[in-house]
């Protein structure tokens, strides 16, 4: 039998339910997931077997009306991760229907959708009633012409089958990209960085969490099997860095505590953890701080 292979790209709102599909079709954490809206910043690449098909998903940032240089940096991102795959995977709210966002990305796969299969997903359909479903299909596709529609629920995994293996057979005939058990290609670097990350999204709240990036800034394989990670946590007021730091140290011990403890799952074996919080002002307006994000600096002007 051959093998298939190629990228689909996942776009919609910001919280449309993106990173949530993305790691039940890999089937492992690779794109934080919060109840904040924007939290996905780099173009991450998830990598799933359907039978012979090796499906790379990358989840972009949610498109939405930028207004800063590293939101700017986020939507090129978004549309360029649509124009470089073989499949795009529009995600639509149920109970959100068709919004000005939405109606905004319509507009853009005008131009990204020629030549390209597009496929529209209705997520959290268990949200809405059967009609409403209905009514937003028929609306959603009187608009754009979808090559098909699926109805799921990305958090409960209803539907997500089906799609995986309608999307596996959209992808050429190919050699596979990657081999066989990796999940992911981002470097562990990154993928701990966006985990501690997650954690401080999580604990903290407001404006903050955008204001704030984390890196990783050493990481050492010990003789015991061990890893110590440094990472170092930008903020760009000596106010935030008090809010993280928070009472005596005591939110950022326990960020540190939680995300060393999903690093030790992910990994399967033991790490040090160690934070650092530094104020820089600029760290917005700095072009090695988007590198690490895994987006162009140029993008954002």
Same mark, same amino acid.
Request: glycine content about 8%; proline content about 3%.
């Given at each position: 039998?051959?093998?298939?292979?190629?990228?689909?790209?996942?776009?919609?709102?910001?919280?449309?339910?993106?990173?949530?599909?993305?790691? @039940?079709?890999?089937?492992?954490?690779?794109?934080?997931?919060?109840?904040?809206?924007?939290?996905?910043?780099?173009?991450?690449?998830?990598?799933?077997?359907?039978?012979?098909?090796?499906?790379?998903?990358?989840?972009?940032?949610?498109?939405?009306?930028?207004?800063?240089?590293?939101?700017?940096?986020?939507?090129?991102?978004?549309?360029?991760?649509?124009? %470089?795959?073989?499949?795009?995977?529009?995600?639509?709210?149920?109970?959100?229907?068709?919004?000005?966002?939405?109606?905004?990305?319509?507009?853009?796969?005008? %131009?990204?959708?020629?030549?390209?299969?597009?496929?529209?997903?209705?997520?959290?359909?268990?949200?809405?009633?059967?009609?409403?479903?209905?009514?937003?299909?028929?609306?959603?596709?009187?608009? !754009?012409?979808?090559?098909?529609?699926?109805?799921?629920?990305?958090?409960?995994?209803?539907?997500?089958?089906?799609?995986?293996?309608?999307?596996?057979?959209?992808?050429?005939?190919?050699?596979?990209?990657?081999?066989?058990?990796?999940?992911?290609?981002?470097?562990?670097?990154?993928?701990?960085?966006?985990?501690?990350?997650?954690?401080?999204?999580?604990?903290?709240?407001?404006?903050?969490?955008?204001?704030?990036?984390?890196?990783?800034?050493?990481?050492?394989?010990?003789?015991?099997?061990?890893?110590?990670?440094?990472?170092?946590? !930008?903020?760009?007021?000596?106010?935030?860095?008090?809010?993280?730091?928070?009472?005596?140290?005591?939110?950022?011990?326990?960020?540190?505590?939680?995300?060393?403890?999903?690093?030790?799952?992910?990994?399967?074996?033991?790490?040090?953890?160690?934070?650092?919080?530094?104020?820089?002002?600029?760290?917005?307006?700095?072009?090695? @701080?988007?590198?690490?994000?895994?987006?162009?600096?140029?993008?954002?002007?």
């Amino acid at each position: 039998m051959s093998t298939r292979a190629g990228f689909v790209a996942l776009i919609g709102e910001p919280n449309a339910g993106k990173s949530t599909l993305l790691n @039940r079709m890999v089937g492992a954490k690779v794109s934080i997931v919060t109840h904040k809206v924007q939290t996905t910043r780099a173009r991450i690449r998830g990598v799933a077997m359907e039978g012979d098909t090796q499906i790379v998903f990358v989840d972009t940032p949610g498109l939405f009306k930028p207004r800063r240089r590293l939101d700017r940096a986020m939507v090129a991102a978004a549309w360029g991760g649509a124009a %470089d795959a073989d499949v795009v995977v529009l995600m639509v709210e149920a109970h959100r229907g068709i919004t000005e966002g939405v109606e905004s990305i319509l507009e853009g796969l005008a %131009d990204i959708g020629q030549g390209r299969t597009v496929a529209l997903a209705i997520n959290k359909i268990d949200r809405v009633a059967s009609e409403t479903l209905l009514g937003l299909t028929k609306a959603l596709n009187d608009r !754009y012409a979808f090559a098909e529609t699926f109805m799921i629920s990305a958090e409960k995994g209803h539907g997500v089958d089906a799609l995986r293996q309608w999307l596996a057979q959209q992808l050429p005939e190919g050699p596979w990209l990657y081999p066989e058990d990796q999940i992911a290609d981002l470097p562990m670097r990154m993928i701990a960085a966006e985990m501690t990350r997650e954690k401080l999204t999580l604990r903290l709240h407001q404006e903050l969490p955008y204001q704030m990036t984390v890196e990783t800034e050493n990481w050492e394989d010990r003789k015991d099997g061990s890893a110590k990670i440094d990472q170092v946590i !930008y903020v760009v007021r000596d106010g935030h860095k008090g809010i993280v730091l928070g009472h005596k140290g005591e939110t950022v011990k326990s960020v540190g505590k939680a995300a060393r403890e999903e690093l030790e799952e992910f990994l399967g074996r033991k790490v040090h953890l160690f934070l650092q919080v530094k104020v820089r002002p600029n760290w917005l307006e700095e072009s090695e @701080r988007y590198s690490e994000m895994g987006l162009d600096f140029k993008d954002g002007a």
